[in-house]
């Protein structure tokens, strides 16, 4: 079974420009995260959907951040306009819907370096 | 707000020696505590969990067990192998929600 795809893997762009992220969660799985870390520093949890409706974005550090999931299923984080201290470690996680504690599968992560 | 607090590395060891990487936390009611682990160029991964307190989570040679009454959930390991090296998380979870981690603790093991 394939695990919590992420792509790209790695991303630089320069100051004022685009990125969109993907993930693409394990099949079935009606939770997804996003996650990041920042210079070495703990990973921040930023949003999380139950499908397609965004359950707690109390994480996202402001307006340049959209996270979308259509249809429930892969979901994207783009970043516009990005700002020096986007750069980091963005981890995507998915997880089951029932369970008192179900397990949360990580991505490998794309690391974004804005210049 | 919940919270997570651990040790800072790195920590260099030799194989076969004892490891103890501390973790203490803050939370409200009673959160599942974890620790996760990144290999190098790998995504996290679920070493171990415990979901109520005095409760030990095992795996691969590691334990840790969940004190409520110190607010801790240290890792150890008795035997560490150079395979060991990696990058290891604490985290909580309260309703089996969003994690919220520690800063990561860098773990070296030296043949």
């Known amino acids: 079974e394939a695990g919590v795809t992420q792509f790209p893997s790695h991303s630089v762009i320069e100051k004022g420009q685009t990125v969109t992220l993907r993930c693409d969660p394990i099949?079935?799985?009606?939770?997804l995260y996003w996650y990041r870390r920042v210079m070495g520093k703990e990973i921040k949890f930023l949003l999380h959907?139950?499908?397609?409706?965004?359950?707690?974005e109390s994480g996202m550090p402001n307006n340049r951040f959209l996270a979308e999931r259509t249809g429930g299923t892969y979901s994207t984080l783009k970043v516009q306009p990005a700002e020096l201290e986007d750069s980091g470690v963005y981890f995507c996680?998915?997880?089951?819907?029932?369970?008192?504690?179900?397990?949360?599968?990580f991505g490998q992560g794309t690391r974004l370096t804005v210049v | 707000g919940n919270s997570v607090t651990q040790m800072e590395g790195p920590v260099t060891l030799s194989e076969e020696a004892f490891l103890t990487i501390n973790c203490t936390y803050t939370?409200?009611?009673?959160?599942?505590l974890f620790w996760y682990v990144q290999y190098p160029g790998e995504g996290l991964q679920l070493l171990l969990k415990?979901?109520?307190?005095?409760d030990k989570g095992s795996n691969k040679g590691f334990e840790a067990t969940y004190r409520k009454e110190t607010t801790s959930f240290h890792l150890e390991k008795g035997s560490v192998q150079v395979s060991d090296s990696a990058v290891y998380f604490c985290?909580?979870?309260?309703?089996?929600?969003?994690?919220?981690f520690g800063a990561g603790t860098i773990l070296r093991v030296k043949s």
């Open positions: 996680a998915s997880s089951l819907s029932w369970g008192r504690v179900p397990e949360a599968f």
């Open positions: 099949s079935g799985h009606d939770n």
């Open positions: 959907f139950v499908k397609e409706s965004k359950q707690d």
């Open positions: 939370a409200t009611g009673y959160p599942s």
């Open positions: 415990a979901t109520k307190a005095d």
């Open positions: 985290a909580l979870s309260s309703y089996g929600n969003k994690l919220v």
